[in-house]
Structures are given as C-alpha cells and as structure tokens.
C-alpha cells in the first residue's frame, strides 16, 4: 500500500497555493486594466489614453529625479500629517477616556471639526499660515484628528472591565500594563484608523497642493489639467495610488505579525 508523503510549505502544493493567492491578489487590477484598455480603443486618446502611454509616463516620472522629488514631497507631507494627528489623537483620546469633564468638553470640538470640509481647512489654511509645509501641515491634522481621536478612544472604551482588574491584580507597573493590556487591546482600531486616513489624507494632500503648494503630486496634476494631458494626469494619480497601496500592505502586514497568535477560523461571516 503506499502512501504520499505531504509536501513541505515549499513543496509543489506550496507553490501552487502562493500562486492562486498571488493570481486573486492580482485580478481586481487586471480587469481594471482591461476595462480602460478597453474604453482606450472606443474613445480618443485625450479622453482615455492607452495603457501604454500611462504607464510610459509612469516610469518616466519614476526615473526623472526633478519629477520624482514633487512625489516624494507629497509622500512626506502625507506621512508628516498624518503622525501628527495620530500622535495628537491618541494623546487626546487617553484624556478623554480617563476624565469625564475632557471627554465632555473635547468631544463636542472634534465633531464640530468633522464637519468642516477640508476645502474649507485649505482656505483657512492659505489665509492664516505663510509657510507652504506648516499649511498643508496643518490641514494634514486638522482633518484627520477628529477620526484618530474617536478610534482610538472607541477602542480604549471597549477594553473588557473583568480583564482590566485581572490584569492589575498581578500589580502590573504603568509600562507593564499599557504593553501587556492597553497596546493589545487597542491595536487593531489603531490600524483600522491608519487605513481610514491614509485614504483620506491622500485626498486631501492634493487638494490643498493644487491651491496652495508650488511642488508635489496635487501641482503636477494642476499643469497636467492646464495642458489637457490625462495620460501625464493618470500617471500622477498612480504614483499615489501605489503609494497607498504599498503603505495598505504594510499595515496589513504588521496586524497579521502583531496577532499571529490569533486562531484562524475555518467560516466567514
């Protein structure tokens, strides 16, 4: 009677799983791809240039060391910003959950600011700072606090009570406690609000560099659309799509490494 040996995680059986994950990973974009491959055929190319060209601009972008610097200036003032705010939020959230009268007198402000749209923050901005950096900086915090500070306070609220005084029966020390408990606890909303921003804040910072910037990604657009150009239009978008992309990966990888430890259940819901 034989028998098959079962294949090592770098088997056959191995490659043929990373593959069907690298091939479903990879789908979305493709049919992406090919719908606008397919719109380029039906249309002009001002309208909907080939993928040729957009990718050609994509790489000369890339490898232009004056043009790659605007992305890189845009990709710093998102990640400048949005730190800032985390920081920030997460200082305010800690207050709020450890003192009723802050929560009462903070909660109110922070929603007021949520609705205030970031257009409005960026005109706001042009009036009352000169400095390009400290501008966007400061929309970049404005208008992702709101929703840093909530998160987190959310999960902070939502640790359990009978683990919290079990935890500190062991008489944990401040740091012991906040490492072993608190950081665990609140982590995922932490990287749930990471992903929430960075969306938000990669909109944002190109609206405020197409009024109020004179570099980055957001004023590259802005003489893309005076020269009627939507390949160079498209190709601007990507660098920040992928940038975004990227950073979505990271922060995935960092959940899945912080929480190996977790079960993996066999059902969806």
């Not at 040996?5 to 059986?13: C, E, H, K, T």
């Not at 966007?136 to 306070?153: D, E, G, H, K, Y």
Request: net charge positive.
């Amino acid at each position: 009677m034989s028998s098959v040996a079962p294949q090592p995680n770098g088997g056959p059986s191995g490659s043929v799983a990373a593959a069907r994950r690298y091939a479903s990973d990879m789908a979305p974009y493709l049919v992406l791809a090919a719908a606008w491959q397919l719109a380029a055929l039906a249309f002009p190319p001002y309208l909907f240039p080939s993928l040729a060209s957009v990718l050609a601009r994509f790489f000369d972008i890339v490898t232009s060391a004056a043009q790659f610097t605007d992305v890189l200036a845009t990709l710093w003032r998102i990640l400048a910003g949005l730190t800032g705010a985390f920081l920030v939020g997460a200082g305010l959230a800690f207050m709020m959950a450890r003192s009723r009268a802050a929560d009462r007198f903070l909660a109110p402000i922070l929603t007021f600011f949520q609705g205030i749209p970031a257009l409005s923050w960026v005109v706001f901005a042009i009036i009352w700072i000169h400095g390009i950096e400290l501008r966007i900086f400061c929309i970049m915090v404005l208008t992702t606090l709101p929703a840093f500070t909530f998160q987190i306070l959310g999960a902070l609220r939502a640790i359990s009570k009978d683990l919290f005084e079990m935890v500190l029966s062991f008489r944990p020390t401040r740091t012991g406690m906040f490492r072993v408990m608190i950081l665990p606890s609140i982590l995922p909303d932490i990287l749930t609000a990471w992903r929430v921003n960075l969306g938000n804040a990669s909109r944002v910072v190109v609206v405020a560099e197409l009024v109020g910037a004179s570099g980055g990604i957001g004023y590259e657009l802005l003489q893309q659309q005076q020269l009627f150009d939507m390949a160079g239009a498209l190709a601007w978008t990507l660098q920040l799509v992928c940038f975004v992309l990227i950073v979505q990966k990271l922060l995935s990888w960092i959940e899945a490494h912080a929480f190996r430890y977790r079960a993996v259940s066999e059902h969806s819901l």
